[in-house]
């Protein structure tokens, strides 16, 4: 039995216990299921306030740190749309983050060319519709490109996004803009509730909307077009055969991942005041790409998991210095090389590795 | 095994009512010819498909039937000459939009989607007649339950009707060789064609199991199907078809019943002489 043998049963024996583990839970009765789940939310929601000892990031603000991991968390679940479930790698989704936060930075603060704060309430759609357009704007053209091409196209979207920011006056070039709008809000004693100090709220605020978007997931998953997305995925020329139209669902998923993006960067940007092009840079956006890959693409607790370490671990060890990206850069290469399919795979996708492993089904040759 | 007949009283459906009454052929491939750079895979090829017919298309490997199934779901472009489909021009159409006025195919190379269900498989066939997209998906808005509903209700039967309903639940890769093929038609069926083509669907086949497709085949075109067969066994061809059109070399040889295609000199030369090919 050789080394690559011995891996191989080890990695079938581990998907095994996943599975069994899922299993197990598949026969859970539903009243338990649900109850293990709000038992589950309720901690997640109180987490900043529980602030548990060795969660809680001695160098960092907790609340900010899980303000930061909830809006990761919604990006990976928006990036996972378009790379999970259709199978179209998007390397530059960092590109239609930044068109959100620069959407609410231009509608939602006084300091931008347009010189008139919109209610946060405003903002939020007009960061989500235009970073949905600029989705359709990229997609059109570039979504007849298959696998390497498009992800090399979508590369240089990201930079582009970054590169217009930094050139361009009305977006305030390298200083960025200030005094972006907060959410609406009071507290009982008559202050903002969002404030600048709390990261508290903005957590919960989050927090919702991601349960908000993970219901909408769900549905297109379970429904005519997430079944039309798996199709693309697995034989986009058979899908067409079959009726099913390639292009326009491709461009849905780039559009709603989009709107996704576009949301996390509105709220990123409502959150810290200010934007500038720093915050924007192409490593964020492999971030993205691996949080997706790390977690089990098209799994949406895997893809959850992974965002959630990939955010969090390199805060947690904050206190390595310039060395955490090293461990954490380590610890992201052990991991694919052990568990390729991701920390929770999709049951399909584990299947898809495994069978370029071993060769194709089997068919007929000419 | 079948059920009964007239289950799915789908209106896409309805051109079958015509059968043989109908003057205008279902299908015309119209002097086609296509050219891969200096090759000719079609040299002005001419048949027609009648409403109700079982059309064999035969041919020595490399004669050019699969690449005429190719240009007439729409995967090539014909260099010239057309398809009329119900006379109307497929022209530029996708591919999505011809498999939506009523041509389904299955593929000589097996292409089923091989980590979903064999349901699933299925299901993606029947939304080709679906109109749910993301809004009433995202909302689960009416029209998506119905669409579903029905969508499960028209894939089981299917399934049921192929004889693989047992294995509904199962990963297509899993299912066994002759249950895939078997698959892949239920899919096709799934999309409500009035034309069915089926690409050497018995490729692979053992003598009892061909004998089996073959009464499967007689039973789809029952059922009001028009069907074109790309077969190479030719007792399959000819006990099953009522016309055949024979090519060689991106032409056409020959065409006509089976018993005067049988004794076309042309096509001895051509085709019944090889020994591989006379299974």
Known sequence: ?366 | MSPPEGTLSDPSDLGRAAVGTDPTPLLEVDDVTLRFGGVTALDGVSFAIHKGEILGLIGPNGAGKTTCFNVMTGVYQPTSGQVRFNGRRLGRLKRYQITKLGIARTFQNIRLFPEMTALENVLVGTDARHRTSVVGALFRLPGHWREERDGREKALELLHFMGIDRRAEEVARNLPYGDQRRLEIARALATGPTLLCLDEPAAGFNPAEKADLLALIRRIRDRGYTILLIEHDMRLVMGVTERIVVLEFGRKIAEGTPAEVRDNPAVVAAYLGVPEDAA
């Open chain 1, 1 to 366: 039995m050789t080394a690559l043998d011995k891996a191989r049963a080890a990695d079938g024996r581990r998907i095994e216990i996943v599975g069994s583990m899922r299993r197990q839970w598949d026969q859970v009765p539903p009243v338990g299921k649900f109850g293990v789940l709000v038992a589950l939310l309720v901690l997640i929601y109180l987490l900043p306030i529980i602030n548990p000892p060795i969660l809680t990031t001695p160098e960092s603000d907790f609340a900010t740190v899980l303000f930061n991991v909830s809006l990761f968390v919604l990006v990976a679940i928006g990036l996972n749309v378009v790379i999970g479930m259709a199978g179209l790698l998007d390397l530059g989704y960092i590109g239609f983050y930044a068109v959100g936060a620069y959407s609410m930075a231009v509608f939602g603060s006084p300091r931008s060319q347009l010189a008139v704060a919109y209610p946060w309430l405003v903002c939020i759609p007009i960061a989500i519709a235009l970073a949905m357009v600029s989705g359709v704007i990229l997609g059109g053209p570039t979504l007849r490109l298959r696998g390497d091409y498009l992800a090399i196209v979508t590369l240089g979207f990201g930079e582009i996004v970054r590169l217009i920011a930094v050139n361009s006056d009305a977006l305030g070039s390298a200083r960025g803009i200030r005094g972006i709008v907060r959410p609406p809000g009071e507290k009982a004693n008559g202050r903002p509730l969002f404030g600048v100090l709390d990261a508290k709220p903005y957590y919960w605020l989050v927090l919702t909307i991601i349960l908000i978007i993970i219901l909408g997931v769900r549905n297109l998953e379970h429904s005519r077009v997430g079944r039309s997305w798996l199709a693309i995925r697995e034989d986009e020329d058979a899908a067409a055969l079959m009726g099913v139209p390639t292009f326009r669902f491709k461009l849905w998923a780039f559009a709603i991942g989009a709107a996704v993006g576009g949301l996390s960067g509105a709220l990123f940007a409502s959150k810290q005041g200010f934007v500038n092009p720093e915050s924007f840079k192409l490593i964020t956006s492999i971030l993205f790409v691996a949080a997706v890959v790390l977690g089990g693409s098209g799994n949406l607790v895997g893809v959850i998991l992974g965002a959630v370490l990939v955010s969090y671990l390199p805060e947690r060890f904050r206190g390595f210095e310039e060395y955490r990206y090293l461990v954490f850069g380590a610890a992201l290469v052990v991991l694919m090389i052990f568990r390729p399919q991701g920390l929770i795979p999709n049951r399909r996708r584990a299947a898809e590795i495994a069978e370029g492993e071993e060769g194709a089904m089997p068919s007929v040759t000419t």
